[in-house]
């Protein structure tokens, strides 16, 4: 159907049937319209009905642009406000990849150490540690020391030597004479 928005047409029989279909039909197409009938009290009351059909088909139609332009509208500002567009969706693929590399090559630092620190791996940098010394950073980075002493301590039995005394290393157990 071609553009009749703005062009100017004759109805006839515009009161009801068919003349008012397409008069409403034309009227929806944004046509001007010149209305005639043999009865005028219902030639006026189809144009009243027929305008208040314009009207409230152009306030729907107001009202959808509307909405779309606020959605529209609310999209770009949440997007500015948040740092998300278009154009930046590549770029947080682009970082969020660095922050992926950085953290793997973190932890495989961190695993390097840890065979380092155990014996598994030998450190060619020419700072190497004798046996002891791998056994004194073993025991010292698996076993809390504090946590052991409470446990032996609680563990010893009634009519010992004083905690304290043992502790200090000052009780020594005595025999008994007679």
């Known amino acids: 159907m071609q553009d009749l928005k703005g062009k100017t047409a004759i109805v006839t029989g515009a009161a009801s049937g068919i003349g008012a279909g397409i008069a409403r039909a034309l009227a929806g197409a944004g046509m001007n319209l010149v209305l005639a009938d043999i009865?005028?009290?219902?030639?006026?009351a189809a144009l009243q009905r027929l305008q208040a059909k314009v009207e409230a088909f152009r306030t729907r139609k107001e009202t959808?642009?509307?909405?779309?332009?606020?959605?529209?509208?609310?999209?770009?500002?949440?997007?500015?406000?948040?740092?998300?567009?278009?154009?930046?969706?590549?770029v947080g693929l682009a970082m969020q990849r660095?922050?992926?590399?950085?953290?793997?090559?973190?932890a495989r630092a961190g695993a390097i150490d840890e065979l380092l620190a155990s014996g598994a791996l030998e450190d060619d940098t020419g700072s190497t540690k004798d046996?002891?010394?791998?056994?004194?950073?073993?025991?010292?980075?698996?076993?809390?020391?504090?946590?052991?002493?409470?446990?032996?301590?609680?563990?010893?039995?009634?009519?010992?030597?004083?905690?304290?005394?043992?502790?200090?290393?000052?009780?020594?157990p005595q025999e008994a004479k007679s």
């Open 39 to 44: 009865q005028q009290d219902k030639l006026t």
């Open 98 to 106: 660095a922050e992926d590399k950085t953290a793997q090559l973190q």
């Open 64 to 90: 959808i642009k509307a909405n779309y332009s606020a959605a529209e509208a609310e999209t770009r500002v949440g997007e500015a406000v948040s740092g998300i567009s278009e154009e930046m969706g590549d």
């Open 131 to 172: 046996n002891i010394q791998v056994e004194l950073e073993r025991i010292s980075s698996t076993s809390d020391v504090e946590a052991e002493l409470s446990r032996l301590k609680t563990a010893l039995p009634a009519g010992s030597p004083p905690q304290d005394a043992l502790t200090a290393g000052l009780a020594q």
